[in-house]
């Protein structure tokens, strides 16, 4: 069974930049789908802000377009999401899981600080 676990986060002033990473356990990883998703200070659902098909197809949502790029190495079982020009509206914990999401695959997150 597949297992992540986020790390990269950090305390950055708006306009800074990050790298997220995300270690998998399993050997069906590289055949599936990974996204990134977030869940702000105040609560609420996770959010989906990007995915990355099995061959390195890559997508984010209207909100981080051209900010958040998202990329994977199979052979290192990792996928990375590039964080650009940051936002305070950024701030939130980040996780990684496949997508759709396997809810018996979430593992720790990496917290996102965004000054301003």
């Known amino acids: 069974q597949v297992q992540f676990v986020a790390s990269g986060g950090g305390l950055v002033q708006a306009g800074g930049s990050l790298r997220l990473s995300c270690a998998a356990s399993?050997?069906?990883?590289?055949?599936?789908?990974v996204g990134w998703y977030r869940q702000s200070p105040t609560g609420g659902q996770r959010e989906w802000v990007a995915?990355?098909?099995?061959?390195?197809?890559?997508f984010t949502v209207d909100s981080v377009k051209g900010r958040l790029t998202i990329s994977r190495d199979n052979a290192k079982n990792t996928a990375y999401l590039q964080m650009n020009s940051l936002k305070v509206e950024d701030t939130a914990v980040y996780y990684c899981?496949?997508?759709?999401?396997?809810?018996?695959?979430w593992g720790q997150g990496t917290q996102v600080t965004v000054s301003s």
């Open positions: 899981n496949t997508f759709p999401v396997r809810p018996n695959a």
């Open positions: 995915r990355i098909s099995p061959g390195g197809n890559g």
């Open positions: 399993g050997s069906t990883w590289r055949f599936n789908a």
